[in-house]
């Protein structure tokens, strides 16, 4: 067989998963693996919920991805990829340089859509990369008795966990700061992190009730202004410090490559993750259209089955289809975390969900064991 290139874009859970995943499989064949990414540093994001409240550090939750790549033979290009060009099979770097491939895995994440809420853009606390962490740590320093606090999830956003978790880990902030704010939260899910079964609802209903925080499920925002949210069952929200998850769109470089279909940004792919236009291109993670919650455990599936499907289509094998299935951990502020479990298989699905310290304990372990693995 004649040396191929596959170049990843990204090095996030999907690209690093599915880069190690291609050097494993190429691991005696003159194939070339290249990554190209516009950051030197992994995140462990969902680490990132730590952040505001001090309760971690940015040097433990990053590594530098050069010496990883390099000591398993992987090319490293720190990079940011400007537009991609499928029908003549090479990818456009900000410096021009033209980098070309035979086989592409698309692994560019997404990015908050804050434009598309009427009037969100610029008024709600983030915590979606180390800056905006950051920031909103800052503005938490600052925060005075009394001011109406509301956290909520916007139609369409993907991944409804981080509000339960920010909702959680503020309010045991606040406690232990002796500071007391009014908090209501909203959510476009008709219940509380609706479709990972009745038990994980049931424990976020019952510790809404204990800490009496006011929630409103299966709402959408009509528009947001200074002071006010407006939901469109006709409750007007007024805030002085505002979360809101925003949907997501694709990265600036599928936007504007014009040989793609999309839906803001986010590419269509079969469940192979093969792209819909181009075969030898996968797309992966918070880039794709894939149902479900968009996580970090589902990118680095993602990036696995992408990787082992480019060696079937190379053999010319029949591809495997991506087996969706939930494994999250949501910290719960004092109340530790929550493990929930929803695992199909041939019996049906298997399904767990566990409340308390231990899943607290389980989800820094886990954490540092995949820093460990892969620095
Ligand atoms: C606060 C928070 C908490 C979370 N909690 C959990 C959790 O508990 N469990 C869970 O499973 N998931 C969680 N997630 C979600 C999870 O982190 C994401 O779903 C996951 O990071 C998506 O991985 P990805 O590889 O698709 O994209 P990303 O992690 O976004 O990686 C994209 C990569 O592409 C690179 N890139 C982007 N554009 C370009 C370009 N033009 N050129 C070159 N490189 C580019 C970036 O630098 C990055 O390396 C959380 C996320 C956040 C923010």
């Given at each position: 067989m004649i040396a191929m290139h596959i170049v990843v874009i990204g090095s996030g859970f999907g690209g690093l998963n599915a880069a190690v995943e291609l050097r494993k499989k190429f691991k005696h064949s003159q194939h070339e693996i290249t990554v190209i990414s516009d950051q030197e540093q992994f995140i462990f994001r969902p680490s990132l919920i730590w952040l505001p409240f001090h309760k971690h550090s940015i040097e433990k939750i990053t590594f530098p991805l050069r010496p990883t790549f390099e000591k398993i033979g992987v090319r490293f290009i720190e990079k940011s990829v400007q537009s991609l060009m499928p029908k003549q099979n090479y990818v456009i770097c900000h410096d021009d340089e033209m980098i070309t491939y035979d086989y592409l895995i698309i692994a560019s994440g997404a990015s908050p859509d804050w434009a598309r809420i009427k009037g969100l853009e610029g008024k709600s606390a983030s915590i979606y990369d180390i800056s905006s962490a950051l920031k909103t740590r800052k503005r938490l320093e600052e925060l005075e008795e009394g001011e109406p606090i509301v956290i909520g999830v916007a139609q369409e956003n993907p991944n409804h966990g981080i509000a339960y978790e920010f909702l959680f880990e503020l309010d045991a902030y606040l406690n232990e700061h002796l500071i007391k704010c009014p908090i209501t939260f909203f959510t476009y899910e008709k219940e509380l992190f609706d479709g990972t079964g009745k038990?994980?609802?049931?424990?976020?209903?019952?510790?809404?009730?204990?800490?009496?925080?006011?929630?409103?499920?299966?709402?959408?925002?009509?528009?947001?202004?200074?002071?006010?949210?407006?939901?469109?069952?006709?409750?007007?929200?007024?805030?002085?410090?505002?979360?809101?998850?925003?949907?997501?769109?694709?990265?600036?470089?599928?936007?504007?490559?014009?040989?793609?279909?999309?839906?803001?940004?986010?590419?269509?792919?079969?469940?192979?993750?093969?792209?819909?236009?181009?075969?030898?291109?996968?797309?992966?993670?918070?880039?794709?259209?894939?149902?479900?919650?968009?996580?970090?455990?589902?990118?680095?599936?993602?990036?696995?089955?992408?990787?082992?499907?480019?060696?079937?289509?190379?053999?010319?094998?029949?591809?495997?289809?991506?087996?969706?299935?939930?494994?999250?951990?949501?910290?719960?502020?004092?109340?530790?975390?929550?493990?929930?479990?929803n695992k199909p298989s041939k019996q049906g699905t298997i399904q767990c969900t566990m409340s308390g310290i231990l899943p607290h304990i389980m989800k820094r372990a886990f954490e540092n064991y995949y820093l460990l693995k892969f620095s």
């Amino acid at each position: 067989m004649i040396a191929m290139h596959i170049v990843v874009i990204g090095s996030g859970f999907g690209g690093l998963n599915a880069a190690v995943e291609l050097r494993k499989k190429f691991k005696h064949s003159q194939h070339e693996i290249t990554v190209i990414s516009d950051q030197e540093q992994f995140i462990f994001r969902p680490s990132l919920i730590w952040l505001p409240f001090h309760k971690h550090s940015i040097e433990k939750i990053t590594f530098p991805l050069r010496p990883t790549f390099e000591k398993i033979g992987v090319r490293f290009i720190e990079k940011s990829v400007q537009s991609l060009m499928p029908k003549q099979n090479y990818v456009i770097c900000h410096d021009d340089e033209m980098i070309t491939y035979d086989y592409l895995i698309i692994a560019s994440g997404a990015s908050p859509d804050w434009a598309r809420i009427k009037g969100l853009e610029g008024k709600s606390a983030s915590i979606y990369d180390i800056s905006s962490a950051l920031k909103t740590r800052k503005r938490l320093e600052e925060l005075e008795e009394g001011e109406p606090i509301v956290i909520g999830v916007a139609q369409e956003n993907p991944n409804h966990g981080i509000a339960y978790e920010f909702l959680f880990e503020l309010d045991a902030y606040l406690n232990e700061h002796l500071i007391k704010c009014p908090i209501t939260f909203f959510t476009y899910e008709k219940e509380l992190f609706d479709g990972t079964g009745k038990e994980p609802t049931e424990k976020l209903e019952e510790l809404m009730a204990e800490k009496q925080i006011q929630y409103y499920c299966n709402v959408s925002i009509e528009q947001v202004d200074d002071g006010k949210i407006y939901l469109n069952n006709g409750e007007r929200l007024p805030y002085s410090f505002l979360f809101v998850l925003p949907p997501y769109k694709g990265k600036k470089c599928i936007l504007t490559s014009k040989d793609f279909e999309h839906k803001n940004g986010i590419l269509p792919v079969h469940e192979s993750l093969q792209s819909i236009q181009w075969e030898n291109i996968y797309v992966v993670g918070d880039a794709n259209n894939i149902k479900g919650i968009k996580s970090g455990r589902a990118a680095e599936l993602q990036g696995v089955l992408a990787a082992d499907n480019i060696v079937k289509q190379m053999h010319h094998e029949p591809l495997q289809s991506f087996q969706q299935d939930t494994i999250y951990f949501m910290e719960l502020g004092k109340e530790g975390a929550m493990f929930i479990m929803n695992k199909p298989s041939k019996q049906g699905t298997i399904q767990c969900t566990m409340s308390g310290i231990l899943p607290h304990i389980m989800k820094r372990a886990f954490e540092n064991y995949y820093l460990l693995k892969f620095s």
